[in-house]
């Protein structure tokens, strides 16, 4: 079946620094990444849409300059949060998918991200 | 705008006992899929079934089964025979058909335990 890897599992960072957060799909060509944020014992929130080669859309309330996402491969979409706060601590999570008329999302297993 | 409730922040069920997870949705859309997805402890997100708007049989996959009542927009989910590794974390999901695929929205959740 299809993967979607994430790394980092966890990252801890000092606030005010960056910290690159990187979303591969393993055995398949995703034309679109997601990328969802997580709080502790809440749902998942839709953060950004990313399409391969053109600027993610983001969703609204999401700083574009604050998280920043590149889809730059079929293969790859990186999110870096940069000058990292504390209220950034969260699960990241990505997922893929193959084809604009495919329904199915592939997720990968989250980063857990904390800031000092 | 698109949404789903869950109105069971937490269920309980006994071992081998058959359950029902209540997810209701709200869309004008004429085309959308309905998921559920499974997330334990470790945060990875796991695909159960899939209900599409224009499926008129409701979808099974195993233990897991969607009874899809469209006119009540509801997509309850039953699992049967429960077992210990169904402990976790239960999201109905929605993704609404655009151009782009867009708008995936999540429910808030259940959390299911399943006593021995």
């Known amino acids: 079946g299809a993967v979607v890897s994430q790394h980092p599992s966890w990252v801890i960072c000092k606030s005010g620094t960056s910290v690159k957060i990187e979303c591969r799909s393993l055995?398949?060509?995703?034309?679109?990444m997601f990328w969802y944020r997580q709080f502790p014992k809440q749902s998942l929130m839709l953060m950004a849409t990313s399409n391969e080669g053109s600027k993610a859309t983001y969703e609204q309330g999401v700083e574009k300059d604050k998280f920043l996402i590149n889809h730059a491969s079929l293969t790859l979409s990186t999110l870096t949060v940069t000058s990292a706060h504390p209220e950034d601590s969260s699960f990241y999570i990505c997922s893929a998918r193959e084809a604009a008329s495919s329904y199915e999302q592939y997720f990968g297993p989250g980063t857990r991200l904390t800031v000092t | 705008a698109q949404k789903i409730t869950q109105t069971q922040p937490g269920m309980f069920v006994q071992e081998k006992e058959a359950v029902t997870l209540d997810c209701t949705y709200d869309?004008?859309?004429?085309?959308?899929?309905l998921f559920w997805y499974k997330q334990p402890s470790s945060g990875e997100m796991i695909f159960l079934i899939y209900?599409?708007?224009?499926?008129?049989q409701n979808a099974t996959e195993g233990r897991y089964s969607l009874n899809f009542q469209k006119a009540r927009k509801s997509a309850n989910l039953v699992i049967s025979a429960s077992q210990l590794g169904d402990s976790a974390m239960y999201f109905c999901a929605m993704i609404v058909r655009d151009n782009y695929g867009q708008n995936f929205v999540f429910g808030p959740g259940t959390r299911l335990s399943v006593l021995p």
């Open positions: 055995d398949f060509q995703a034309t679109t």
């Open positions: 209900q599409g708007s224009y499926d008129e």
């Open positions: 869309t004008s859309d004429q085309s959308y899929g």
